[in-house]
């Protein structure tokens, strides 16, 4: 089984693909390197080829059209039926694009234009249009799974940055922060003078690549209609992530980092000021339970609320944890499920597993995103989007380290499909995804709520009546079975 993936080039990325007068931004040369030698298909849409022709730098768009060809066209595919005599010619280009994604006709759409990007979410097809920067990674995964590593978090104090105030990182928040009466590095230092402190993600170079700022505040009035956050607040003071690492979880584990650290201090509630062109970021809160609470001058507040002990709710357990997390259903409503993981895959999943106690000290640390995924071969259909998973490594440790809430359970025999629904969770290769794929493989889409203090040895499992023996396969196990595991974890 030979499966390929197909992408949609849109007008923004074919024009650099194919002008030689441009030197190529690593990101974009390293997707059609890895497109190549993974025999994916690099396609264009008719729409791009009339956009093409509306280019009046003559040289260049005659270049364009003249390499056009070593792509394939996109043809048969029917046009948007929201254009009419009134859409704009550019409006017109990006509704036929889209169109096409909505026709099943290629796997995913790779554009820069955040319209487009804009118009996807809004029409359900967020999740299959891509950055250049997420589709590099999501074909790094695929085809160097063993290179593919999460950048180092550092918990910092402002003032050790104050050197790194050229840092190109900081050129598009001056454009907000500056004032006639105090500029930005003036704010920056400001900040630090006050024991500011912040999460940071660096280059493997040492670049600053990525920031956010944090502060706990008390009673904080947080919009211009005087909302007051009553007690203890995480306030996201700076959120940003460098377009040169962009898609690559960053924003996940500040966020992880954040749900953590509230937890740890009690903090009732996380909250954000942010602008609304930064649309990256406002999807991102919004899946993890951020809701829009007023404006503060031109920036959109954004809470999500964070309470100490699990609130009583009535809601479906996949909206509970979205909304409370790290706080998940575990009721009788909820089914729980022992899932036996291998060291190596175990490894990929969870590698903050042994560090997790360091993640918020002053040294160099690693962590894992939260949305995750895993491929299986276990006879059940039974697990359903909020049930509880628990997952068992096997082999070595022989030990339930860790637990998530189901977020999506499908079953694929389709290698292409497979790679579209895993997308940048997966941590398999391409080729290890089409040898699964000969027979239908389990899909498990998961958010990881936490470790357990203590991982819990197959010994205590098998005394406490959990299991009667080491789990080959997918195993559900009763309320009971769940409170004794939880207990025997120290959780």
């Not at 030689?20 to 791009?48: I, K, T």
Request: with cysteine; aromatic share 8%.
């Amino acid at each position: 089984m030979n499966q390929r993936l197909r992408f949609l080039l849109d007008t923004n990325i074919l024009i650099p693909l194919q002008d030689s007068m441009v030197v190529l931004e690593p990101s974009l040369a390293n997707f059609a390197r890895l497109a190549n030698a993974g025999g994916h298909q690099l396609l264009y849409h008719p729409a791009s080829e009339i956009d093409i022709k509306r280019d009046k730098d003559k040289e260049r768009r005659d270049r364009t059209l003249a390499r056009l060809a070593q792509y394939a066209r996109l043809d048969g595919v029917p046009l948007s039926p929201c254009n009419t005599n009134e859409t704009s010619a550019n409006d017109a280009c990006d509704n036929d694009i889209l169109y096409s994604l909505e026709c099943s006709a290629v796997h995913a759409l790779v554009t820069e234009d955040r319209e487009i990007h804009n118009k996807a979410r809004q029409s359900g097809l967020g999740s299959r249009v891509y950055n250049i920067q997420t589709a590099e990674d999501w074909l790094r995964r695929l085809h160097e799974p063993s290179e593919v590593q999460l950048p180092n978090i550092d918990d910092v104090h402002l003032y050790e940055l104050t050197n790194h105030l050229d840092s190109a990182l900081f050129d598009s928040l001056r454009e907000s922060y500056d004032t006639p009466s105090r500029s930005f590095n003036a704010w920056f230092r400001e900040k630090a003078q006050m024991g500011r402190k912040a999460w940071v993600a660096r280059s493997d170079g040492g670049q600053l690549e990525a920031i956010c700022i944090y502060a706990i505040q008390t009673d904080e009035v947080i919009n211009d209609s005087h909302t007051q956050l009553n007690g203890s607040s995480l306030k996201l003071c700076t959120f940003k992530v460098g377009e040169k690492i962009r898609g690559r979880k960053i924003g996940e584990l500040f966020l992880k980092a954040a749900f953590r650290f509230a937890t740890e201090n009690r903090c009732e509630n996380i909250f954000v000021h942010t602008g609304s062109g930064q649309i990256y970021l406002l999807a991102l809160l919004e899946d993890f339970g951020f809701q829009k609470n007023g404006m503060y001058g031109a920036d959109i507040v954004l809470v999500k609320e964070h309470p100490v002990k699990p609130p009583e709710s009535t809601l479906p357990a996949l909206d509970y944890v979205r909304l409370y997390f790290p706080h998940f259903r575990r009721d009788e409503s909820v089914q729980k499920f022992l899932i036996p993981i291998q060291p190596q895959f175990h490894q990929i999943l969870f590698p903050d597993l042994a560090r997790q106690a360091q993640l918020f000290s002053s040294g160099s640390t690693a962590g894992n995103a939260i949305k995750q995924a895993y491929l299986c071969k276990a006879p059940t259909n039974q697990v359903k989007a909020g049930d509880v998973v628990i997952f068992y490594r096997t082999v070595d440790e022989m030990a339930a380290t860790s637990i998530g809430v189901v977020e999506c359970y499908v079953v694929h025999k389709d290698a292409a499909k497979i790679m579209q629904v895993v997308r940048r969770r997966t941590v398999y290769s391409q080729k290890d995804i089409e040898l699964m794929a000969h027979t239908p493989t389990k899909v498990i889409l998961f958010r990881l709520v936490g470790h357990f203090p203590e991982p819990v040895a197959l010994r205590s499992l098998i005394s406490e009546g959990i299991v009667s023996a080491p789990p080959q396969s997918i195993t559900k196990i009763s309320d009971d079975s769940f409170s004794k595991l939880f207990s025997i974890s120290n959780w």
